[in-house]
């Protein structure tokens, strides 16, 4: 295999996930389905579904990260050596941006309406509490990777199932919060290409955090001493 193949999965990955998730916002904003303060259940059930085909289609490649949350926790955990681990971050913001500038091309009023589909706070929502349920959120779906994906004692049949599913409920419970992100770059591309960038620290500081105590939770409490880890 290419050893470039891993980050090149990561960008498509990313891209086709930034492309559905945000773009589901875009197209029902261009049918005045949804403003920048909400987001239809139809988008956020694709979201869930497209997670799900992701991880299948290149998580024999790179693991299918997808999300630096899940690289950050990856690295900080020793499960990534840090430079593998900053070139999967640079290929999935790489991957974000050009999906939001594909996003642009196909909806530019989605610009300055729903900034491409990036995540807003909720209405009267302060800044700490959208950054509090996206780590909560994204500390159960990272969980749920490392207890599906990465724990050697389960089947991996329907890791991409269990993931998926997380990450959809987990989308449901904070999109009227946070807008429901559970991954920095879903916001960072279209808020890069929309130029808005209000609260952005929200959608890194959640996610991180949940995603690297989820790491440590998972190896000093349910990692078998046996493990060995394998560095990426």
């Known amino acids: 295999m290419n050893k470039y193949s891993k980050y090149i999965a990561e960008i498509l990955g990313t891209l086709l996930i930034v492309f559905i998730g945000a773009g589901a916002i875009c197209a029902a904003d261009s049918v005045k389905m949804v403003d920048a303060q909400g987001v239809p259940v139809w988008a956020i059930t694709v979201f869930g579904f497209v997670i799900v085909a992701v991880v299948y289609a290149t998580s024999y490649i790179s693991g ?3 999300n630096p949350a899940v690289t950050i926790s990856y690295w900080a955990t020793g499960r990534m050596h840090a430079g593998t681990a900053a ?3 640079m290929s999935q913001m790489a991957g974000a941006v050009m999906a939001a500038y594909f996003l642009k091309i196909l909806f530019p009023d989605a610009v300055s309406t729903v900034y491409l589909g990036t995540c807003t706070l ?3 929502v302060v800044f700490w509490k959208a950054a509090l349920i ?3 959120v994204t500390f159960l779906f990272v969980f749920t990777i490392y207890a599906t994906a990465v724990d050697k004692r389960t089947s991996k049949l329907l890791a991409g199932v269990a993931i998926g599913l997380v990450f959809l409920f987990g989308v449901s419970v904070s999109t009227t919060i946070s807008g ?3 991954n920095p770059v879903r916001v960072f591309g279209p808020a890069v290409v929309s130029d808005h960038f209000d609260y952005h620290y929200v959608w890194w500081v959640g ?3 949940g995603a690297v105590a989820a790491g440590f939770l998972y190896g000093k409490v349910f990692k078998q001493k046996s493990e060995e880890k394998k560095l990426l």
């Open 134 to 136: 996206e780590c909560v």
């Open 64 to 66: 299918s990260h997808i």
């Open 122 to 124: 909720g209405e009267g």
């Open 87 to 89: 070139y999967y971050i």
């Open 207 to 209: 996610p991180v955090s």
């Open 180 to 182: 429901g992100a559970l």
